[in-house]
């Protein structure tokens, strides 16, 4: 099957992007080098375009009810113009994906999801949701572009000119307009800085996305490949579906317990509450490397000799020059401070369990 382009794939192949496949698409993995990238967002601001992520508009009197009986987060924590994270959970608590959902109106509200699982997350939606609901998968007509950084918004304020910007609240957002065209612009991210999401009608993605690189200029905005989206949030311990998350890994296991506030029914509710009550047979844990080897994904984790779990996510870090990880192991066998074992190649290099996060959001901006 050929892998698609984003409205975007021309700028990417003008700026030197190094294309790779990805989910089914053709995005850029780099632009200079992931490190490059990696610091500029945390120096300054990054420009990305994720117009591969799936967007789902659930509307109509039965919604709210509906995805409340879907997702383990209290809907009651939203109201119009804010979005929160959450997941839709298979009936043995496994995760099916993890998503934003925003809240448009009483009575409409808009998804954003996983790029791989959005053709899944509509048969979910459409199998439970029956009953005065509609269910619309918008992504083949969106772009979603992220500026993200602390320069974020003297940049964007360059663009969009809204005096509702300036006080935007992280995980709210409005519909605000570029030359005339509505653009939906939320205090969200997914690097670990302070910065923005926008999406807009795919015929002016290629504007947005150039004006604010040239806005962006004298603010040292880069645009950044998905190598160094993976090491952002990495370094932020954001998890990623298909690493941390899956439908055999529950969201205590999967390091986001924070979702579990439903007091209402919702799938899978029994088993939640047990692994709140009891404790998970597994959980995520941080490692830093205590040599030089970099940690990579299934790579095996030992404890006294004995396999614990694996590596879910790993890599070189950019901001701390060395490697880190995420790992799936039993639960209550190592903690902070433990030394164990990452086997690399029929070898074994030394790291030791650290608190989670390996960066922490500040919201700092420039």
Known sequence: MTAQRTFLYDDHIKLGGKMV??????????YSSIIDEHMAVRQAAGLFDVSHMG???????GARAALQKLIPTDMGRLEKGKSMYTCFLNDKGGIIDDLFIFMLSDNEYYLVVNAATTEKDVEWLTQHCKTNVSIQDVSAATAKIDLQGPQSFNILKKIIRDDRLENLK???????????EPVLISQTGYTGEFGYELFCINNVASRV?????????EYGLKP?????????????????????LS???????????????AQTEYIAKEIIEHQKAHGAPRQIICLEMLDKAIPRSQYKVQYNNQDIGYITSGGFSPVFKKGIALALVKNNVVTVGDEVAIVIRDKTSP???????????TGRKF
């Open 209 to 217: 996305w150039n004006d604010l690189l040239e806005a962006g200029k």
């Open 170 to 180: 992280r995980f709210h957002f409005f519909t605000g307009a570029y030359k005339g």
């Open 351 to 361: 790291a030791k369990v650290v608190p989670r996060p390996f960066y922490k959001y």
């Open 247 to 261: 439908d055999t890994i529950t969201p205590i296991e999967g390091g986001i317990g924070f979702v579990l506030s």
């Open 55 to 61: 967007e789902i508009v659930v509307k109509g009197r």
């Open 21 to 30: 496949e990805f989910a089914g698409w053709e995005l850029p993995v780099l």
């Open 224 to 244: 950044v490949g998905l190598g160094a989206r993976d090491t952002l949030r990495l370094e932020a311990c954001y998890s990623l579906y298909g690493h941390e």
